[in-house]
């Protein structure tokens, strides 16, 4: 007897389901209607519209730091819960904390995966975007990435500033590297189980196909659905104002028409005087203009006299001198780098002249000497007018 099925197992086979596909068909059931009592279809169509826009704005901003073309579309809301977002983040991640402090009050939380993270990072610091794919993040990452998201989300304030009609501000962003599931309570922001999902398609180049994922408190979400509610309410009148008065406006100059067509019928000035009307007073003639040629003094009789001496009031003005070695140029991770002893090379050759610089122009040449226990430079070339950069 301890071989044969059950009853329940029987039917489990027969209906194509195991019991653990069951308890995960019932768990989906239960977090559909915890959504469906969280948010409205309305209210959900809404936050997918704001994430739209403001991700939008936010993937121009990502472009011009990273020098590749960037796409964040097809906004995807849901109410989850952390359990189930643990779930979805086998791999470490990276979570950026934004708080809003005007126009809006509550918590945004960004979540990205760490090997887009490492692209992005690498890309700001003048990489091909594989530099460090297989290194760890460390601090600087995390605070590359912090500034790529605090310009991220600040040009999103300004869409939402412009939607929502009225300013919003953040403070700087806070980034966390999440290693396993385990530690996602360190990250949880709000005091509900339950939590707004906005998935949206990330694209950098043909370096990044992934996901980002936005996280919203409920409350917050509602505010926000809220704040472009009431401008859409605020706007509607308006217009059926304008509507309205439009006609009355056009109307009023049909109604003034005849009083003016009928003033030029009364040509006597006693008729227009009995009837107490003020007659328009005739046109005076209009005396003439004396217009006469501006007479100006011939510059081609007497030489302009230069004064030389003027030279002497610009005499006592301080001007800065500098010598330059030499330039070169160094991508951000090789300064990073530097340490004591090390040896940066530049573009002069040992023995060439330096550049010897008169606000910040070159006008000279020069060899470097040694004058007591001081260098100095000895001027060997002054460079042409046309020549001076």
Known sequence: MGDMLSQEEINALLNGVSSEDESITEDMGESAETEKEALTPEEIDALGEIGNISMGTSATTLYALLGQKVTITTPRVEVITWEDIAKL????????????????????????KEDDVKIITDLMMGGDGFGNIN???????????????????????TSLSSMFDKRV?????????????????????????????????????????SEIMQLLPIPFAKEMVANLMNKNKLSKPVNENNATQQPVQEQQPQMQQPQVSQMPSYQPEQQAAGFGMQMPKRPQPVQPINVQPAQFQSFEEEPFAIDSNNIGLLMDVPLQISVELGRTTKKIREILEFGQGSIIELDKLAGDPVDILVNGKVIAKGEVVVIDESFGVRITDILHPSKRL
């Open 89 to 112: 983040f086998v791999k470490p991640f990276v979570a950026v904390k934004v708080q809003y402090t005007e126009g809006l009050k509550g918590l945004n939380l960004l979540i990205v």
């Open 135 to 157: 290194g760890e993040l460390n601090e600087l990452h995390l605070s590359a990435i912090s500034e790529a998201m605090n310009q991220m989300v600040g040009s999103a304030s």
């Open 169 to 209: 501000d953040i403070s700087p962003p806070e980034s966390t590297l999440v290693e396993s599931a385990a530690n996602i309570e360190k990250i949880k922001i709000g005091t509900e189980d339950s939590i707004v999902m906005i998935m949206f398609k990330l694209q950098v180049g043909e370096l990044i196909d």
